[in-house]
């Protein structure tokens, strides 16, 4: 059977007190819509569609970047309004939809793929979870199958309703047809004034289809609504994204100051430090080392390579097999190659490094003029000495020397020596020449 998705993302989120749109804020580096794409595609959703509100442009935009569609709710008059929404994008599709919402960046594919089989047991289902927060509608189930009876909105249930702690999550599947016919037909005779989702399963079940209900872990389902729950759902990824990389091989010293991306790709047997900021697009191969308080983003670390302490690789990064990155070294889209050594105080930025290099401390590679950036190579086995600038567009062979302190502005050959700093000059006894004079100015006073 086919599957769609839509997510509901055209509420207002005004308690984040920002200009972004509330399911564009990222969680490890993605924005949360993001995570619950990528959760709906992972349980087999192939056609999605997201309801935006009609200033929501830019979470259109984001849609279309990850190649899902997306429809215009005018008006916020609901969930059940909203969902309704989605059924002309979906017109042509027969297979089942699950709703579900955008600001649950923790919800699991594998919860979304439960909700699908559950419909093995009934038309319909929903995803329930074990909370007393006066957030949510209550879930009540029938006694006599343990099916879903109906959906209460907290605001409108009496009060023994209020004390089920069986919560609704806000997913819900159907057959997508069944489902844009049922949404069609809500009423808003509620304290909101508003068409809900929930009573959806009561207009199915006049017509004798009935919901199932799927219980998962109240975490995975929290939503966002506020800087504090955008904290603490960063929090309990960090969390879930440091387990999967321990229990997949990753030594690290201290995770809980690790911070991970969505993407983050670490290889069995690599060892990472305290202190370490994975910014998205980064992987690090097995046996490399990211010693602590280190920035790699967009990067990829060859095995046996060992970057940090406090070393920074910025987007477009290769540290080439058994390189060393050490202290206070900045690496810009630049490849290093395998065995070469950049290890303290260094700026390589659009330079590709040959295997074997080394790379004094304070060598800078001058890579931008004020408008353009240019380009730096570094041959083979060429050593570069301490403080040397590299005025870029420039090159040095293979096996070339460039003196401490040089700067670099034409061309090197393979294995010659450049130096530009001027000759040193001694005058034979000038210092104690020097101190006596003003030791004699100063006895005076
Ligand atoms: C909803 C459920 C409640 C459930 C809770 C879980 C209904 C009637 N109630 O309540 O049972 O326990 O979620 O969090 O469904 N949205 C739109 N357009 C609208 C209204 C909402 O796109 O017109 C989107 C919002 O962006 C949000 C989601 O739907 O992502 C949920 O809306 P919200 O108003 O927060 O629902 P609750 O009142 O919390
Ligand atoms: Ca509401």
Not at 18 to 42: E, F, N
Not at 89 to 114: H, K, N, W
Not at 246 to 256: F, H, I
Not at 360 to 375: M, V
Request: some cysteine; glycine content about 10%; overall charge neutral.
């Amino acid at each position: 059977m086919t599957r769609a998705a839509v997510i509901l993302a055209a509420g207002m989120g005004t308690r984040m007190k920002s200009a972004t749109p509330k399911v564009l804020h990222a969680v490890a580096g993605y924005p949360i819509l993001g995570h619950v794409i990528k959760a709906v595609r992972a349980a087999g959703c192939a056609r999605i569609v997201v309801v935006t509100s009609s200033d929501g442009a830019a979470v259109r935009d984001f849609a279309r970047l990850v190649d899902v569609g997306s429809v215009v709710q005018d008006k916020q008059l609901g969930t059940g309004h909203a969902a309704a929404a989605a059924g002309a994008a979906l017109e042509d599709f027969a297979g089942d939809v699950v709703i579900c919402y955008g600001d649950m960046p923790l919800m699991q594919a594998s919860t979304i793929a439960r909700s699908f089989e559950a419909r093995g047991v009934a038309s319909l289902s929903i995803v329930a979870f074990r909370s007393e927060s006066t957030a949510y509608g209550r879930v009540i189930l029938d006694k006599a199958d343990g099916l879903l009876d109906r959906i209460v909105e907290y605001r409108d249930a009496d009060e023994e309703e209020r004390r089920i702690d069986l919560c609704n999550a806000g997913i819900l599947c159907a057959d997508a047809r069944s489902f844009f016919r049922w949404a069609g037909g809500l009423k808003n005779d509620n304290a909101q004034r508003e068409y809900y989702l929930t009573d959806v399963p009561l207009l199915a079940k006049k017509e004798g289809q009935r919901t199932a209900v799927v219980v998962a872990d109240e975490r995975e389902m929290r939503g966002v609504n506020s800087r504090l729950e955008l904290a603490e759902a960063e929090a309990a990824m960090q969390q879930r994204l440091r387990r999967a990389a321990l229990e997949s091989g990753v030594g690290m010293l201290a995770p809980e100051t690790v911070y991970l991306s969505h993407d983050t790709v670490l290889e069995p047997d690599c060892q990472v430090g305290p202190y370490v900021m994975f910014a998205p697009g980064v992987t690090v191969k097995s046996g490399a080392e990211i010693k602590a308080f280190s920035h790699l983003e967009g990067a990829v670390v060859e095995t046996g390579a060992v970057v940090g302490p406090y070393a920074r690789l910025r987007p477009g990064s290769l540290i080439g097999e058994s390189a060393h990155i050490g202290n206070f070294v900045e690496v810009k889209k630049s490849r290093i190659g395998k065995g070469s050594k950049a290890n303290h105080l260094a700026y390589l930025g659009d330079a590709e490094v040959g295997a074997g290099a080394n790379i004094g401390a304070g060598t800078i590679t001058c890579n931008y003029d004020g408008f353009d950036k240019h380009e730096t190579r570094i041959g083979a086995g060429a050593f570069i000495g301490s403080d040397t600038a590299l005025v870029a567009p420039v090159t040095v062979g293979d096996g070339a020397y460039v003196g401490a302190g040089s700067v670099v502005t034409k061309d090197v050959a393979a294995d010659a020596l450049a130096v530009t700093r001027a000759e040193q000059r001694e005058v034979q006894g000038w210092a104690a020449k020097f101190r006596a004079r003003k030791k004699a100015v100063k006895g005076k006073i």
